[in-house]
Structures are given as C-alpha cells and as structure tokens.
C-alpha cells in the first residue's frame, strides 16, 4: 500500500480525499476555483502560454515527450497533475500515482485517463507540502509549470526526497524570474535557476538543467542520491 499507515482516505468517484482526526475531509484553496476547472487548458493554451510564457505549448509537449514518453513500468508520482494532460506524454503501462489541490482538476483527470486507457492511476487530493504516502516508494516525479504554486519550497523537496527510491528521477518545467518581461505578473513565488539548483541539491539531489528553448521556461531533472 502507497499510503502511509496512518493517513485515512476516503474513495470519491475515482479520488481519493484525506480526512481529518475527525474523520472530516481535508480541504484546500485551489488557484483556480473548483467550478471554473473546466477552463484550465483553454487558459494554459490561450492565456498563459503565449501571453505570460512567451512560450509554444505544442514544443512543451514535444519536450515532455522526448524526456518522458520513454518510461514503462514504473510507479510515477506527479505533482500538481491538474488535468491529466500527461495522457499526452506518458506511456499507459505505468503505474500513475496524481496529486493535486483541486479535486475539479482531478476529476477532469480521472476522465482524461480513463479515456485514454491508462488502468493503473490513482489520484489524491492532498498538499505536495505534506504528501500521503510511504517512504522510498516511487521511481520518477514529475512536476510541471507548477513549483512556484507550493508554499514551502523547502518542504517539498523534503517530501520528495522522502517519497522517490534512490537514484529516481524528478522532471520539472517552471518559469524563470531572470527570463520574465517585468511587465508580465505570474503568480506563485519564482526562483532563479541558481537557486533552484541550490536548493535542490541541499537535499540530494543531483540538478541537471536541460537544453531546450521554450520562452521562459526552464526544464530541468533532479536525481536523487540518498545519503
């Protein structure tokens, strides 16, 4: 079982919901309301990509494939997972774990998924700050256009760190402050690449920046070395 012993759940149409010491489900603010998930990839595709990103949304796919659609087998923990778009880059034989604030978001991810025929996915509503589940359990993780979203960047990696085997990969895309018109708000709390970098490997973490060009996007893996 992936899931601390523990953690209690609750199974909600395919989504799993935490509970309380009340036995009360957890809530949490999304970003974008709950009633409004519906729009998420139209604002992704038509809003935030080319306006905020500077960015081609069809090359952050390509990316994403040729660094990812390789995977076969593997448990894979993504972070933020939103919609379920890695339909669009992950194989269907893995072992597809999901995490995300927003359970409107995962219900549009738990249809993606299921139309897409992936038949080994379970998706969390759950904070990535304070995540659910055993230690050392996962093989890859996966967070894209999302880190500057989480409250405690430190943490995370914490958790990260504590829920990926040794030797596992992380795969990030995020938007860089020192590539960002001054004009352009993005919300969240951006990091330069070097600190990224700092502070990946402060718990690690071997960083590796990739070579891609993508407006202001930096994609970069994180391998973990267990001390």
Not at 135 to 159: H, P, R, T, V
């Amino acid at each position: 079982m992936k899931v601390k012993e523990t953690i209690k759940i609750v199974n909600r149409k395919d989504v799993f919901f935490l509970l309380d010491n009340n036995n009360k489900i957890k809530k949490f603010k999304p970003w974008l309301g709950d009633m409004f998930s519906f729009l998420y990839d139209r604002i992704m595709e038509k809003s935030i990509f080319p306006k905020k990103f500077s960015a081609s949304i069809s090359k952050h796919y390509e990316i994403l494939n040729s660094e990812l659609n390789h995977i076969r087998n593997a448990n894979i923990l993504e972070l933020a997972c939103g919609s379920g778009d890695a339909v669009k880059f992950l194989n269907s034989d893995i072992f597809f774990t999901g995490v995300d604030i927003s359970k409107g978001l995962l219900k549009i991810a738990n249809k993606n998924f299921h139309q897409n025929k992936f038949s080994n996915t379970e998706l969390f509503v759950a904070d990535v700050c304070d995540l659910p589940f055993q230690n050392d359990y996962f093989d890859y993780g996966i967070c894209n256009l999302s880190l500057n979203f989480f409250k405690n960047i430190d943490k995370f990696i914490f958790e990260l760190r504590r829920v990926l085997k040794n030797n596992a990969s992380f795969f990030c895309s995020i938007p860089l402050p020192e590539k960002k018109n001054p004009r352009v708000k993005i919300h969240g709390l951006l990091y330069t690449k070097e600190k990224l970098k700092e502070k990946f490997q402060n718990q690690n973490f071997v960083f590796e920046e990739l070579p891609y060009e993508n407006g202001i996007l930096l994609y970069f893996k994180a391998r973990l070395e267990k001390l």
